[in-house]
């Protein structure tokens, strides 16, 4: 199981970012897929998750409006995008499989992607 | 939102010593329909992504090794390390998953002294 996500982000304030996830080494539509940030010497916060069979989505409501996750099940691919950025924005975004169905235990991470928001 | 606290923040820990590191959440997160407690423990590695070191309270995930011991209930939660080795140093975060938004303590950083 491998979850690669794609390189570092510099933007400005009040731009998008669109980090993607790649999924290898299961079948990508029978697994969830978190999303979880880190500022600078921050913790661990929980952004949403997507169902790839389907794409649903949960978002947490902080984020509501400003986050929208797809995915392209013929690239096995998760993407997250962030609009309106501010530079409270700027973490490690990381990707993380959901061990079983709806557990929401993470078993699987990505390496992360810092995004670095800044005019 | 559910919030989780942990103490200590920071452990100096010496090697073979036992270390222990406190979990509290704002509400219960006994699930009293299937009875299970939605509590887990993750460790994040210096330069490293978080990994998963316990779920639902008690159980080790693959390759964890025994020295990993979590325990506690309703809202007050505990993971000891039997005997500390060096790799064991990183922050460790509790998690909640009873509800969205799912939500992580502030994190505990052991070292080593």
């Known amino acids: 199981v491998q979850l690669v996500q794609s390189g570092a982000e510099v933007k400005k304030p009040g731009a998008s970012v669109k980090v993607s996830c790649t999924a290898s080494g299961y079948t990508f539509t029978n697994y969830y897929i978190h999303w979880v940030r880190q500022a600078p010497g921050q913790g661990l916060e929980w952004m949403g998750i997507i169902i790839p069979s389907g794409g649903s989505t949960t978002y947490a409501q902080r984020l509501k409006g400003r986050v929208t996750l797809t995915r392209d099940t013929s690239a096995t691919t998760v993407y997250m995008e962030l609009s309106s950025l501010r530079s409270e924005d700027t973490a490690v975004y990381y990707c993380a499989r959901d061990r079983g169905g709806d557990e929401n235990i993470f078993d699987y991470w990505g390496q992360g992607t810092l995004v670095t928001v800044s005019s | ?113």
């Open chain 2, 1 to 113: 939102d559910i919030v989780m606290t942990q103490t200590p923040l920071s452990l100096p820990v010496t090697p073979g010593e036992p270390a222990s590191i406190s979990c509290k959440s704002s509400q219960s997160l006994l699930d009293s329909g299937d009875g299970n407690t939605y509590l887990d423990w993750y460790l994040q590695k210096p330069g490293q992504s978080p990994q998963l070191l316990v779920y639902s309270l008690s159980y080790r995930a693959s390759g964890v090794p025994d020295r990993f011991t979590g325990s506690g209930s309703g809202t007050d939660f505990t993971l000891k390390i039997s005997r500390v080795e060096a790799e064991d140093v990183g922050v460790y975060y509790c998690m909640q998953r009873i509800d969205f938004p799912l939500t992580f303590g502030p994190g505990t950083r052991v070292e080593i002294k």
